[in-house]
């Protein structure tokens, strides 16, 4: 796991989004794995940018998204259809037949996981996931005691996570009580893991994720799993970790062929 300590939340946008562009680069119709949150926003602007000024054609990219509230009509503005069309399909232009969001409103929820295993599945599997942390260490909605060998499921979401959404709902009983989501092994698959995490809120998550044991108590510990996983926090995010300055030694000391610190655009 190589973790990236920046000085700001921005900065945590624009290394992450480097890694994304790259792949996006080297594969013009890569599939991405998306993040809903407000963590990825960041990328998500940079990506926008680059979009816009021509640097990245997001034309031909396919994505998945992590997971979707169950129950929630796909047109309601917090089902995550909705907030994938506009906080990342939109901006970045690129083409909604590609981009697929598993779904909650489906009356065969089971089949409707399975279907969506299959579909990436079929279109070779995740190049790049793009991830953030809860603060209880969930990733995608794989709360804590989630099995590392789970597929895309229905999951009932942890009080602390309803609690922790209802900032997008009008009334904290309006958030749903159940989703469908990404397993932990479904995340593990993609080729490529990039989380991201800013203020001191993730800085538990974040260091349990890292430094603490391998375990289904911290769902994003699963990440240490993983042979390509890159985590880009900001100094708060960082300020629980032991290794802090081992891992701010290891990115100044990283050799050329492995920097991406976006400057290139
Ligand atoms: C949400 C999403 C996760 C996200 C997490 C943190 O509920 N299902 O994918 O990473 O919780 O959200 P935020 O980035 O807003 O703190």
């Not at 963590?39 to 994505?63: H, K, M, N």
């Not at 538990?204 to 985590?231: F, N, Y």
């Amino acid at each position: 796991m190589q973790v990236v300590i920046v000085p700001t939340p921005e900065e945590v946008g624009r290394i992450a989004a480097a890694k994304v562009a790259m792949a996006v680069r080297t594969r013009p119709d890569a599939v991405l794995g998306v993040a809903t949150g407000s963590s990825p926003l960041a990328i998500y602007r940079e990506l926008a940018r680059r979009a816009e000024t021509g640097q990245l054609d997001f034309s031909r990219v396919r994505a998945f998204a992590l997971d979707e509230y169950v129950g929630l009509p796909l047109d309601h503005p917090q089902s995550y259809h909705s907030v994938i069309r506009h906080e990342v399909v939109e901006p970045l232009g690129m083409r909604p037949a590609l981009v697929h969001v598993p779904d909650g409103a489906a009356a065969d929820l089971p089949r409707a996981c399975e279907d969506y295993e299959r579909a990436i599945r079929d279109a070779g599997g995740v190049d790049v996931q793009i991830l953030g942390i809860g603060a209880n260490g969930h990733i995608g909605f794989n709360e804590p005691t989630s099995s590392f060998a789970s597929r895309t499921r229905i999951k009932t979401l942890a009080p602390t996570t309803r609690a922790d959404n209802a900032r997008f709902f009008e009334s904290p009983d309006d958030v749903p009580t159940h989703c469908l989501t990404q397993g932990l092994a479904t995340i593990l698959d993609a080729r490529q893991l990039v989380l991201v995490a800013q203020g001191e809120a993730k800085a538990e998550a974040v260091a349990r994720m890292v430094e603490g044991p391998v375990s289904s108590m911290c769902p994003g510990s699963a990440l240490q799993l993983h042979p390509d996983a890159t985590v880009v926090v900001d100094e708060a995010a960082a300020s629980r970790l032991e290794l802090a300055d081992y891992y701010r030694y290891t990115y100044d000391h990283l050799p050329d062929w492995q920097r991406y610190d976006g400057r290139d655009g």
